[in-house]
């Protein structure tokens, strides 16, 4: 018997103009399924399906067959289906039910009414899987969230699937942290548990894939042969990285910086001179403080020593989940929004319909921004935020979710700005874009930002 | 200690706080909360938060009540008739009053303190009854949600503002509320989504970890809610009579039996560590 057995399946979301899977085969019996493909393409529907949120939690109309280890899926509701499927989702805070991270890890086997003696030897096993073991009294808020993505794998592991689905696990995690919830992926598979994961960071991925499958419009093909994956990604982004521009008036200098919050220090005499034209990565694992410099450089956090001197001008912050600015009808209103409040020259048409096609969002215009893939909700937010022209850009992870192609134009949408004369600061985990975009790249690591001179090689 | 033993005690202290007006007993109750929490507190408590909004919330009653009561011998001074509510006399006998009330007030909050400040919420939740299991998941899990909200709403206000959003009139705080709003709303759903992916609504569940009970813990709920029956039927008979500093401030009358009861509160604070 296979573990999934898609035939001809079929799925629209309720009250969507388009279905979101079209005539999907697909047949997993072994090791890892990858799932590459743009964003809103169906990836994460197609595996909401193998767990049966798709259609018992989201509604719609589904069609076709859909077998998960001989479950007719349509019939067999998630409850039960989650006795063979563990889900992890993209966002680690928000899969966390219990505050401290056994009892979390536990959640799941009390939903299954496993017995309490049982229980302990379960979360045991899981929290080693995922090398969490010393994460056990640990209290869920306080981890990072590499660590909570590992918690998260832990609670679904301690089930005991024979199927995981993962989507897009790594999207939100720093490298380390990113090869650690890879290497609990690869202990689970060892035991002989499968899994199909959705992801746009292949790198870590592809050595244990047996498949690679594109969704491209919602239909399923076989991309086990092509040469998906990072060197795409980088092409696609282009270019030569940017040469250091000749000197402009600084936009922002740093003397003396020291930002946290009082009684935590997490950057300590911080001195940084950022130019009109430049684009600046800021890299770092998480917890180092790439956000803590951002939000420093905008304002919203007064240092705690030192001074930071900024030009006039309007400055555009896009925090790390920003898809949570969107709150007007209409993708066009919401960048008309910052245009008129933000004194970018005006809200007309044109400027408009100018960032729309920045970030090739001109056919989602008319759309509700809250309704659209989280790929296109990233870059929605980001045109949001962007239009008009600000003299200092500082963008949070702004490549979070998206794929190749979506990261390509932002990448590029960056340098016109920079070309504009605006200062751009980007704090990420995107090698790639680093590499191919910035005209500098910084580090913060101990307390302190670093110049780098050479960016390492990305990780094959 | 077993948290449905903190929430007997609490609602015992809660009780006779409320049932009383003598302060006598109202201070009895809240230095005994205070010592429970105290003694007795979750490691890495800070009081600070505790001891401000008791005191603020004290203060300002005392104030309120100062300014609207106008009876009383020992007048302080004379505020002019027409000035709306607080025209009148200030007297001593309504700071006395006021001063009552706000001690009333920090009682009742120190009586519910220790189901947070002792007790572990998440402890609590779990330890409703079966048919209130659903619900106090659901509040469990929603109690998780509100520091990820809080950090969604500060960092919307910042971001917005950046956009150049300026809260000049009522009409402009949707710019911030709307999305703050619809964020929880997502986040909730996102939850939900992840809840059902494990099982959740299965039906009854086991539980990973149950409070220990411990022949101190009954002691204490027993001993509580036994100490609260006792005055409230005290009360009832007249015994325990109200206490009121008008026109003149009386004695404060103690009664024995009452006073007891009062002082049984203090047993949880007695006894072993278990931490």
Redesign the interface.
Known sequence: MDALSFAQLGYAYPGAGHRALRDVDLTIDCGLTLLTGDSGSGKSTLLRVCNGLVPHFHGGVISGRALVFGQDVTRTNTRRLARDVGFVFQDPELQSVHARVERDVAFGLENMRVPRGEMRARVDEALHLCGAEALRERSVATLSGGERQRVALAGVLAMRPRLLALDEPLSQLDESGARALVAAVAAAMERGTLAVVAEHRLALLRPLAQRVMEVSGGRLSDSSDSDAGPAMHATALTGRPGERPSPNHAHVRLHGVAAGHPGAVVLASVDLELSGGEVVAVIGNNGSGKTTLLRTIAGLLAPLQGRVERTAGRVAYLPQNPTTLLHRRTLRSEIEWTLRHGGGGGAGADAVDATLADFGLEHVAERYPRDLSTGERQRAALAAVLAGSPALALLDEPTRGMDATAAARLGRAVQRLAATGAAVVIATHDHDLATHVATRVVETRDGAVQEQTVMAAAPA | MNPRAIAAWSLAALAIAVSTNNPVYRAVVALCALNLILARGRPGLRLRPLLVTVAVAAAIATVVSLLLSHTGTHRFIEVPGDVPLIGGAITLESLVFGLVTGLGIAAALLAVAPLTLVA?P?DLVDALPPFLARTG?AI??A??LI??MAR?AA??R???R?????PRRVRDW??VA???V??AV??SI????????????????????TAPRWWFDVAVAVSALLAAAAFLALRASGAVPDWYPFPVIPPLPVNPAALACCLVLILPSLGPDTR
């Not at chain 2, 950046?162 to 300026?166: A, N, T």
């Not at chain 2, 996102?190 to 970890?209: D, F, I, K, V």
């Open positions: 572990d998440y998941a469990g899990t109690l998780n520091p990820t969604s960092d919307i910042d971001a917005q950046l956009r150049g959003w300026r949707p710019d709307v999305p703050v619809l964020t997502e986040s996102t939850l939900a989504e992840a809840m059902e992916a494990r099982g959740w609504g299965s039906g009854p569940r086991t539980h990973y970890l």
